[in-house]
Protein backbone atom coordinates (compact mmCIF):
# COMPACT_ATOMS: atom_id res chain seq x y z
CA UNK A 1 0.00 0.00 0.00
CA UNK A 2 1.13 3.31 -0.75
CA UNK A 3 1.33 6.19 1.17
CA UNK A 4 0.99 10.03 -0.30
CA UNK A 5 1.62 13.55 0.85
CA UNK A 6 2.87 16.41 -0.22
CA UNK A 7 3.02 20.54 -0.32
CA UNK A 8 2.52 23.32 -2.37
CA UNK A 9 2.90 21.63 -5.88
CA UNK A 10 5.25 19.11 -4.64
CA UNK A 11 3.51 15.42 -4.05
CA UNK A 12 5.24 12.31 -3.04
CA UNK A 13 4.47 8.75 -2.70
CA UNK A 14 6.02 5.54 -0.76
CA UNK A 15 5.58 2.22 -0.70
CA UNK A 16 7.41 -0.47 1.78
CA UNK A 17 8.49 -3.81 0.25
CA UNK A 18 7.63 -3.35 -3.33
CA UNK A 19 10.19 -2.32 -6.02
CA UNK A 20 8.24 -1.16 -9.05
CA UNK A 21 10.65 0.07 -11.82
CA UNK A 22 13.30 -2.82 -11.19
CA UNK A 23 16.40 -2.55 -13.91
CA UNK A 24 19.88 -4.23 -14.67
CA UNK A 25 22.61 -1.98 -13.83
CA UNK A 26 25.93 -1.38 -16.08
CA UNK A 27 28.00 0.19 -13.50
CA UNK A 28 27.40 1.14 -9.87
CA UNK A 29 28.19 4.30 -7.57
CA UNK A 30 29.61 3.98 -4.20
CA UNK A 31 29.90 5.53 -1.33
CA UNK A 32 31.04 4.98 2.13
CA UNK A 33 29.04 6.88 5.50
CA UNK A 34 29.44 6.74 9.30
CA UNK A 35 26.61 4.07 10.34
CA UNK A 36 25.31 4.70 14.04
CA UNK A 37 24.39 2.10 15.86
CA UNK A 38 24.73 -1.85 15.76
CA UNK A 39 23.43 -3.53 12.11
CA UNK A 40 19.93 -3.94 11.88
CA UNK A 41 18.16 -7.15 11.10
CA UNK A 42 16.69 -8.48 7.32
CA UNK A 43 16.46 -6.48 4.48
CA UNK A 44 13.55 -3.92 3.95
CA UNK A 45 12.75 -2.61 0.31
CA UNK A 46 11.54 1.55 0.00
CA UNK A 47 10.43 3.42 -3.28
CA UNK A 48 9.74 6.87 -3.32
CA UNK A 49 7.96 8.94 -6.10
CA UNK A 50 8.90 12.65 -6.42
CA UNK A 51 6.14 14.92 -8.43
CA UNK A 52 6.63 18.60 -8.72
CA UNK A 53 4.41 20.70 -10.85
CA UNK A 54 6.53 24.59 -11.38
CA UNK A 55 5.42 26.31 -13.73
CA UNK A 56 4.76 24.00 -16.74
CA UNK A 57 7.61 21.59 -15.72
CA UNK A 58 6.85 18.83 -13.72
CA UNK A 59 10.26 16.93 -12.47
CA UNK A 60 9.27 13.45 -11.78
CA UNK A 61 11.84 10.90 -10.45
CA UNK A 62 10.83 7.00 -8.95
CA UNK A 63 13.92 5.32 -6.61
CA UNK A 64 13.55 2.44 -5.16
CA UNK A 65 16.07 0.75 -2.31
CA UNK A 66 17.21 -2.37 -0.50
CA UNK A 67 18.24 -1.75 3.15
CA UNK A 68 20.17 -5.32 4.66
CA UNK A 69 21.76 -5.06 7.85
CA UNK A 70 25.27 -6.52 7.83
CA UNK A 71 28.33 -6.43 10.31
CA UNK A 72 31.06 -4.07 9.94
CA UNK A 73 32.01 -0.53 10.71
CA UNK A 74 30.24 1.75 7.57
CA UNK A 75 27.06 1.92 6.01
CA UNK A 76 27.74 1.44 2.11
CA UNK A 77 25.82 3.14 -0.69
CA UNK A 78 25.16 1.74 -4.19
CA UNK A 79 23.59 3.10 -6.39
CA UNK A 80 23.53 0.89 -9.71
CA UNK A 81 23.07 3.00 -12.97
CA UNK A 82 22.13 2.08 -16.84
CA UNK A 83 25.13 4.36 -18.40
CA UNK A 84 24.43 7.35 -20.64
CA UNK A 85 21.01 8.86 -20.68
CA UNK A 86 19.06 7.21 -24.10
CA UNK A 87 16.52 9.54 -25.38
CA UNK A 88 12.95 8.16 -26.43
CA UNK A 89 13.69 5.00 -24.06
CA UNK A 90 9.75 3.80 -23.71
CA UNK A 91 8.26 4.39 -20.56
CA UNK A 92 7.25 0.59 -19.32
CA UNK A 93 6.98 0.89 -15.82
CA UNK A 94 4.31 2.69 -13.31
CA UNK A 95 5.21 3.55 -10.02
CA UNK A 96 2.26 4.58 -6.87
CA UNK A 97 1.61 8.29 -8.76
CA UNK A 98 0.87 6.32 -11.68
CA UNK A 99 2.54 7.88 -14.66
CA UNK A 100 4.61 5.78 -16.69
CA UNK A 101 8.81 5.75 -16.65
CA UNK A 102 11.34 4.85 -18.31
CA UNK A 103 13.18 1.91 -15.76
CA UNK A 104 16.69 2.69 -15.82
CA UNK A 105 18.87 4.84 -13.93
CA UNK A 106 21.52 7.31 -16.84
CA UNK A 107 24.35 7.98 -14.90
CA UNK A 108 23.45 12.01 -14.24
CA UNK A 109 20.22 10.75 -12.53
CA UNK A 110 22.58 8.00 -10.32
CA UNK A 111 24.58 10.97 -9.27
CA UNK A 112 21.42 12.98 -8.22
CA UNK A 113 20.38 9.69 -6.11
CA UNK A 114 23.86 9.45 -4.60
CA UNK A 115 23.88 13.24 -3.65
CA UNK A 116 20.52 12.62 -1.78
CA UNK A 117 21.29 9.74 -0.23
CA UNK A 118 24.80 10.77 1.08
CA UNK A 119 24.06 14.26 2.36
CA UNK A 120 20.90 13.39 4.59
CA UNK A 121 22.16 13.33 8.14
CA UNK A 122 19.47 10.82 8.74
CA UNK A 123 20.98 8.26 11.31
CA UNK A 124 21.12 4.43 9.69
CA UNK A 125 22.48 1.29 11.31
CA UNK A 126 25.48 -0.62 9.86
CA UNK A 127 24.26 -2.07 6.48
CA UNK A 128 24.35 -1.72 2.75
CA UNK A 129 21.31 0.15 0.90
CA UNK A 130 21.10 -0.40 -2.56
CA UNK A 131 19.85 1.20 -5.39
CA UNK A 132 18.53 -1.11 -8.55
CA UNK A 133 14.86 0.40 -9.12
CA UNK A 134 14.19 3.71 -10.57
CA UNK A 135 12.09 5.20 -13.02
CA UNK A 136 12.41 8.80 -14.76
CA UNK A 137 10.41 11.05 -17.42
CA UNK A 138 12.39 11.59 -20.66
CA UNK A 139 11.83 15.12 -20.60
CA UNK A 140 11.26 16.16 -16.93
CA UNK A 141 13.78 13.84 -15.06
CA UNK A 142 17.02 15.60 -13.71
CA UNK A 143 19.79 15.30 -11.53
CA UNK A 144 17.93 17.69 -9.06
CA UNK A 145 14.90 15.72 -9.19
CA UNK A 146 16.37 12.21 -7.99
CA UNK A 147 18.93 14.22 -5.55
CA UNK A 148 15.07 15.71 -3.69
CA UNK A 149 13.61 11.41 -4.16
CA UNK A 150 16.86 9.86 -2.77
CA UNK A 151 16.93 12.72 0.13
CA UNK A 152 13.42 11.34 1.36
CA UNK A 153 14.23 7.56 0.54
CA UNK A 154 16.87 8.26 3.17
CA UNK A 155 14.69 10.14 5.81
CA UNK A 156 12.12 7.69 5.60
CA UNK A 157 14.19 4.45 5.64
CA UNK A 158 14.52 4.35 9.41
CA UNK A 159 10.95 3.21 9.98
CA UNK A 160 11.16 -0.11 8.01
CA UNK A 161 14.56 -0.82 9.03
CA UNK A 162 12.60 -0.51 12.83
CA UNK A 163 9.82 -2.59 12.07
CA UNK A 164 7.46 0.48 11.91
CA UNK A 165 4.49 1.35 9.53
CA UNK A 166 4.72 4.17 7.15
CA UNK A 167 2.31 6.47 7.43
CA UNK A 168 1.26 9.14 5.81
CA UNK A 169 2.15 11.71 9.03
CA UNK A 170 5.55 9.95 8.35
CA UNK A 171 5.75 11.03 5.02
CA UNK A 172 4.78 14.45 5.24
CA UNK A 173 7.20 14.89 8.05
CA UNK A 174 9.89 13.64 5.74
CA UNK A 175 8.85 16.17 2.87
CA UNK A 176 8.87 19.45 5.29
CA UNK A 177 12.53 18.27 6.44
CA UNK A 178 13.53 17.82 3.34
CA UNK A 179 11.89 21.51 2.32
CA UNK A 180 13.64 23.08 5.77
CA UNK A 181 16.67 21.59 4.31
CA UNK A 182 16.62 23.84 0.97
CA UNK A 183 16.04 20.57 -0.80
CA UNK A 184 12.60 21.45 -2.64
Not at 49 to 67: C, I
Request: charged share 15%; aromatic share 6%; glycine share 12%.
Amino acid sequence: MSVVAGIDGWVVAAVTGEQPCGYAPTDWLRAELPASGEAAGGGVSITVETRLHAGGMMPWALLGARFEGSMGEILQVEVGHTADWKPGAEPSCQGPLGRPLVPALPLELARGAVAGLTTCDEPLPLGRVTVAAAGYDDVDSSFHSFDQAAYILRLLLPIPIRGDTLTKAALQAAIERCASAGRY
